[in-house]
Structure formats: C-alpha cells, structure tokens
T-cell receptor, first 109, second 117 residues
C-alpha cells in the first residue's frame, strides 16, 4: 500500500529552528508538496520538490531524497505565527496525490 | 484571500436533511476538487473535475453527489448523511490535472465544517 509518515505533533521555541520529516512509500514518484494549514483555515502551498536537494524560500526550506523516500521541511527563526499543521503530499506514478496526516507544530515563547 | 471561496462555512444538519455545499474559484483554473478532512487523518480526495468533466470518484457513497456546472463553480449535494460524515469539507482548484492529481500547486478554500446529528 501507499503510505506517508509524518510526526503527529512537534513543539519548538520562538526564534529556533525546527525540521519536520516526511517519509513516503508510494508506487512511483512525480513530486512532493508541502502545505501549511492554520487551525480553521485553508491549506496553503509552501513548496514543491521533484529533484533531489534543497529548495530554499525565505525562512522555509524543503529537502528531498528520492532514493531514501524522504523529505523534510526546515523552518528557521521561528515565529508564533508558524504555529500550524504542515501537510506532506506525494504525487505517485499515476499522478495520484497521496497525503500525510499532517504535523501539528506548536511554537512556545 | 485565496481566490477560492466556500459557503456555508458551518453547517449542522440532521440525517434526513438535504443540503448543498458551494465552491467558487476566481483564479481561472480548469480543475476543481472536493476533499474530506477528518481530525488527525490524511486528506481524502472525493471528486476531481477537469474542464467540468468528472475524472475521479474515489468510491464515495452515493449520499454525496457532486455537480460542476462550469469551471468556476463546484457543488456538493448532501442527502441522508450519517454522523460519521461530520468533517471539514475542502474545495481546491489547480490550473490543470495530470491524471487525477494536480498539474501544479492547489489553492484551497477555507472549508465547510459539517456536523451531522
């Protein structure tokens, strides 16, 4: 079966760095998405990786290793507004989008 | 403003009621999606429309009936729902599809929080 694994919940301190991991086992791979979802709001797009390596976008970076079936989202200089759920999703070989259950990130002052 | 709006934002209905959820996208996209989001579970894709044609129905019970009259509007008609159907229903759009998935990033609406009594 197809599976996306993310930690259920993480806690970090304002101003620090946090890494949210995502491992996947899918039938093929055509790209990986990260979305942010604040409580009671719509998910919003953060990043898309299809090639191995690190993509940096301001305070957020996303890394992909296709050989390891692994990605992470790195958040630097954490702010209170970064408290949200972070969703990992993989496009499989049939271009079906497989979603993880999300990681709830709690930022403490 | 994400460019995708959904109404109503909250809905409480009995099991014998009939109601409809509405989604509208102002982004000129060709693909629209209905998702069900339950607590601590992955997003469940329910329906995909590309250029107003349904391309995916993930074995969704017939008590959920989608309608896509044009590429900007998507409806989800509900009847004789069960309490386990209580969830957040999200609409999304993207420029196009590749297979049943999006060709690029999806834009989501804020969702309708549905409670079935």
């Amino acid at each position: 079966g197809q599976n996306i694994d993310q930690p259920t919940e993480m806690t970090a301190t304002e101003g620090a760095i946090v890494q949210i991991n995502c491992t996947y086992q899918t039938s093929g791979f055509n790209g990986l998405f990260w979305y942010q979802q604040h409580a009671g709001e719509a998910p919003t797009f953060l990043s898309y990786n299809v090639l191995d390596g690190l993509e940096e976008k301001g305070r957020f970076s996303s890394f992909l290793s296709r050989s390891k079936g692994y990605s992470y989202l790195l958040l630097k200089e954490l702010q209170m507004k970064d408290s949200a759920s972070y969703l990992c999703a993989v496009l499989d070989s049939n271009y079906q989008l497989i979603w993880g259950a999300g990681t709830k990130l709690i930022i403490k002052p | 403003e994400t460019g995708v709006t959904q109404t109503p934002r909250h809905l409480v209905m009995g099991m014998t009621n009939k109601k409809s959820l509405k989604c509208e996208q102002h982004l000129g996209h060709n693909a629209m999606y209905w998702y069900k989001q339950s607590a601590k579970k992955p997003l469940e894709l329910m329906f995909v429309y590309s250029l107003e044609e349904r391309v995916e129905n993930n074995s969704v019970p017939s008590r959920f009936s989608p309608e896509c009259p044009n590429s900007s509007h998507l409806f989800l008609h509900l009847h004789t729902l069960q309490p386990e159907d209580s969830a957040l229903y999200l609409c999304a759009s993207s420029r196009g599809t590749s297979g049943t998935g999006p060709s690029d990033e999806q834009f989501f609406g804020p969702g309708t929080r549905l409670t079935v009594l």
